[in-house]
């Protein structure tokens, strides 16, 4: 009687030969997961090697088990039915036995689904069909916020003026102090860094015309629209979101309400409208954060500074400042709706909508303000 | 019926006769509710239409659907209200924006239907306040607003207790005999299935089609096919068919 021992940690598993040509499997000692099982792999290369035609099993020495167990008894009975080995399952214990039964009474569904990674030429076609998708729905999207326009400037669109004035209060009044912090110290530094430049020539008052010309054409309405991106963008995907996975989006198509005038319209509409005026305010707070360097740090008089920055401000440079906050507006209101309104019907769905949303209105309003930049400069603006 | 190239069923062909209680039955994953999502208007199918009153809907231009939807009422799984309105406006909402009653008359609309599914009193509570089983009926209410010819219901006793998924049962024979609405619910509940249903369609996830089409009482004692009548017993041991065969 041969007897060879198949290297398995904390667990023993020896096999025996019995006298017709088969094989016993002795399990013993503690089968659980945490006392590490090995695959059985290098039993099964044994079994085959020897030419093994029946299995049994003895499980008398084993003193504990848990599923760690009975996974390796599945992957064994499985690969033992390929091999054609014959298996006599009597000496399991016998909730492992059952176990086994229960995990095998269903057969394995062919769903086509698997975890392996499809070959490199199919993902690369994967990801183009999903973009050029993903590509379509943004364009149907725009296209049918474009209609829910129309249908309002004709006074048909369906929604509710007091969602309007919610939506309003949330998006203007209520993003004040997160404006009002971000401009006034986005002015201060934009001051710190004239100041030391200007110094150097003795051109402190022009830290003035940094401040005021940056303010207005550029940083004023650049950084409100990333701050509402982030503060109310990533606000109305989350809502939308959870309406989508809530059925209530359901629950308005069903009545015959657009979704898109019902929910969509009015958050537009308040984001277009407030931004300009959000933009304005903190074009006047950045001017302020950076008198605050010019006269406590500088020297300025206040009149004087105050004097030099009206000079300095020319009106096409507010109305470019203004006009771009409006295009914003609309980029971020669209991202945040748009990734709302397509989120999945699930928490993560739902958590990913709002990310997306405030990544892309962000790309997208880095991307315009850098073709206004381009265009305005070729126009000689 | 398809999600992209899935399959989920097809060659699907039945009637709902006006005022009766029909019961779209079958196992989970059998395509019910996305059944019901077409005939209401969600989802348009891959193939084929559905037709009220010889009017077909999916042939029909956007005006027209929106006009056949209003005549439809849907109560959702988990009732589906919109979370920033309360009970009251929740059920108001269609009535304001489809009918030209002035505010007072739609307050009073909306207290009866919130009476009639048993929540008077709960008109200004908001959907996060009330309970599971509430909002269910507050979905019925608001799926009523427009008295509509035929209310949809998905899964009306999921997730409730026994006695209040029997009062919902009740509910629906009750709305039915008194507005005279057609019933149509999805749902695997046997017990309301016996209770409620003239008749029904039976979808099975296996060979994706409709395999039954009759009142449940007699297709589980005469339906000819065995995955019906096991549906319809709880998967109990066939044993008039078993005799038969013997």
Known sequence: MTTATVAVEGPTLTVHDDKSGGAVLEFAGRWQSQHGITEPTSLLDELRSRAIRHVAFDASQVTAWDSGLVTFVLKLLREAVKLGIDTDRTGLPEGVQRLVALAEAVPERQTGRSDARPPWLARIGASAIATATALTAGLAFLGESLLAFQAFLRRRARFRASDLFLIIQDCGPRALGIVTLISFLIGLILGFVGAVQLQQFGASIFVANLVAVAMTREIGCIMTAIVMSGRTGAAFAAQLGTMNTNQEIDALATLGISPMEFLVLPRMLALIGMMPLLTVYSDLVGILGGAVVGVGMLGLGPIQYLEQTRDAVRVSDLLIGVAKSGVFGVVVALAGCMRGMQSGRSASAVGLAATSAVVTSIVWLIVLDGMFAVILNVLGF | ?246
Do not use: C
């Open chain 2, 1 to 246: 019926m398809a999600y992209g190239s899935y399959v989920i069923q097809h060659d699907l062909d039945f009637v709902i006769r006006r005022g009766e209680v029909f019961v779209i039955m079958g196992g989970s994953g059998s395509g019910k509710s996305t059944l019901l999502n077409h005939m209401v208007g969600l989802k348009q199918p891959a193939r084929g239409d559905v037709v009220y009153d010889g009017e077909s809907f999916w042939g029909s231009p956007p005006e027209a659907r929106d006009a056949l939807r209003r005549r439809l009422g849907v109560s959702f799984q988990a009732g589906a209200l919109w979370s920033s309105m309360t009970l009251a406006e929740n059920v108001g909402l269609p009535l304001q924006t489809f009918t030209r009653l002035p505010a007072r008359q739609i307050s009073e609309i909306v207290s009866l239907k919130l009476a009639l599914v048993g929540l008077a009193g709960y008109e200004e509570f908001y959907p996060s306040e009330v309970s599971g089983g509430m909002l269910k009926r507050a979905g019925v209410a608001r799926a009523m607003a427009l008295d509509p010819d035929i209310l949809f219901f998905d899964e009306p006793s999921a997730g409730l207790d026994p006695i209040s998924s029997r009062r919902l049962d009740d509910l629906i024979l009750e709305l039915r005999d008194s507005l005279g609405a057609t019933m149509v619910v999805v749902t695997h509940e046997l017990p309301s299935i016996f209770a409620i249903a003239d008749n029904s369609v039976f979808l099975d996830a296996e060979t994706r089609t409709m395999i039954a089409y009759g009142n449940p009482k007699t297709l589980r004692d005469e339906s000819p096919n065995p995955t019906v009548r096991t549906f319809l017993r709880r998967g109990a041991v066939d044993a008039a068919a078993g005799g038969a065969a013997a």
